[in-house]
C-alpha cells in the first residue's frame, strides 16, 4: 500500500487550518504530523475546536519549535503579510500550499500597492504558480509552492475566464457583485463582525478597494491578452460560510451557457446548472463544489451570471487539498468527494 504523505499545517487555529484538519482526517493518503498556532502552542487541538476533539491529533506547537525534516508538505493558513517570511525559512525543497495573500499576485508593485507593503521574498513569490485549479493545474503539478486564490476571486473568476478566453463577452463592461458570509473575514476578534453587528443585516465593504480586485485585473487580462478591469463590489452576509456572485456582461445568453457547458463539462467540482437556474450557497455548504448558473437579462444581450462556493472549502482548504493532491501525484479528487451539507 501507498505510505501516507506527512503533512504540515501552519496557522491550525483559524476556520482555514479547522477545516484543512476536517478534510485531512478522512484523506486517505494524508497524515498530519505537525500542527501550530504560537498562541495557542501547548493546547490539544480539541481544546480550540471540540467539533474535531475526537482525532488523533499532534498537540499545538510554535513554529519556531518544530522539526519539518520529515515533511513532505506544508500547508500555510497564517494571516496576509505573515507567511512570506516564514515560508522564507522553511527548508527549499519542500512542497508548501500557501492559503494567504502574499503569493497570489505576480508583479511586486502590484503587491506593494494593494498590501501597503514590500514583498519580502521576491524570488519566492516569482516562482509561486497561483492555486487556480482548474486552469494551472499542469503548473501546479510540478510546483514547489503554490499560491491559494482569494475565495471572492475565485468565485468570480471562475464564470468570468471561460467567457474572456473565448472572446464571447464585453470586456469593458464586466460587473460582478457579491455576497459572502462571515468566515471570509478570519477568526481574529473585530467589532464589525460581532453577532449583534452582522445579524439582520446586509452592507458593501471596501467598496472599489478590495484587494481581490489585483487578483480579478491580474487573471483576467492574461486570459483576455488585454487590461480588464471589472466593476466589484462585494457584501457582507449574515451567515457563516458561502459565496454567492451575480455577473453581468454582455453576450448572447446561449453562447455564453454553452462556453461555460463546454468549459467545465469535464471538471469534477464545477457544475453548470441548467439554463435558467441559479445556485444558491446552502447547495454546496461543506462541500468543494462550484455550482454556476446563466440566465438571460430582460435587456437583450445582457446575460447574468451566478456562480456559488463555500468560501472555506472550495474557495480556501478545499482547493488547497485538490492543489496539494497534484502535487504529491495523488488523484485530483482524493479526500474531497464529500456531498454538501442540507439543510
Known amino acids: 500500500m501507498t505510505p501516507p504523505k506527512n503533512i504540515a499545517i501552519l496557522g491550525a487555529s483559524g476556520y482555514t487550518g479547522a477545516e484543512l484538519v476536517r478534510l485531512i482526517a478522512s484523506h486517505p493518503l494524508m497524515k498530519i504530523k505537525i500542527l501550530t498556532a504560537d498562541r495557542k502552542a501547548g493546547m490539544q487541538y480539541g481544546e480550540v475546536f471540540p467539533h474535531l476533539r ?15 525534516s520529515d515533511i513532505d508538505l506544508t500547508f500555510c493558513a497564517l494571516p496576509h503579510a505573515t507567511s512570506q517570511a516564514v515560508i522564507g525559512r522553511l527548508r527549499k525543497s519542500m512542497k508548501i500550499v500557501d492559503l494567504s495573500a502574499d503569493f497570489r499576485l505576480r508583479d511586486p508593485e502590484v503587491y506593494a500597492k494593494w498590501y501597503g507593503g514590500e514583498h519580502t521574498q521576491p524570488l519566492l513569490q516569482k516562482e509561486a504558480v497561483y492555486g487556480l485549479t482548474e486552469y ?9 509552492l503554490v499560491a491559494g ?16 478566453a473565448a472572446d464571447v463577452i464585453d470586456t469593458n463592461d464586466i460587473i460582478i457583485d457579491l455576497a459572502t458570509g462571515v468566515s471570509g473575514a478570519g477568526r481574529g476578534a473585530k467589532e464589525g463582525m460581532l453577532h449583534s453587528e452582522v445579524s439582520e443585516g446586509y452592507r458593501a465593504y471596501n467598496v472599489a478597494a478590495h484587494r481581490h480586485l489585483a ?21 457582507l452576509l449574515p451567515q457563516n460560510r458561502g459565496i454567492l456572485a451575480t455577473v453581468y456582461v454582455k453576450g448572447d445568453v446561449d453562447v455564453v451557457y454553452g462556453v461555460l457547458k463546454a468549459r467545465y463539462e469535464n471538471e469534477p467540482f464545477v457544475y453548470v446548472l441548467p439554463q435558467g437556474l441559479a445556485p444558491a450557497t446552502q447547495h454546496v455548504r461543506g462541500s468543494n463544489y462550484c455550482h454556476i448558473g446563466v440566465i438571460a437579462d430582460r435587456k437583450p444581450g445582457r446575460v447574468m451570471i451566478f456562480s ?24 485530483e479528487t482524493m479526500g474531497l468527494e464529500m456531498v454538501p451539507l442540507f439543510p
Open 54 to 68: 475526537y482525532l488523533n491529533l499532534p498537540e499545538l506547537t510554535k513554529i519556531s519549535d518544530m522539526n519539518f
Open 136 to 144: 494551472y493545474r499542469d503548473k501546479i503539478k510540478n510546483a514547489r
Open 149 to 164: 486564490t482569494g475565495c471572492n476571486a475565485m468565485t468570480g473568476l471562475m464564470p468570468v475566464l471561460p467567457l474572456l
Open 215 to 235: 487578483e480579478f485585473d491580474q487573471e483576467m487580462s492574461l486570459v483576455s491578452g488585454k487590461p480588464v478591469q471589472v466593476t466589484f463590489t462585494p457584501h
Open 308 to 331: 456559488a462556493l463555500d468560501n472555506l472549502t472550495k474557495g480556501s482548504s478545499g482547493q488547497a487539498i485538490q492543489n496539494a493532491n497534484l502535487m504529491l501525484g495523488l488523484p
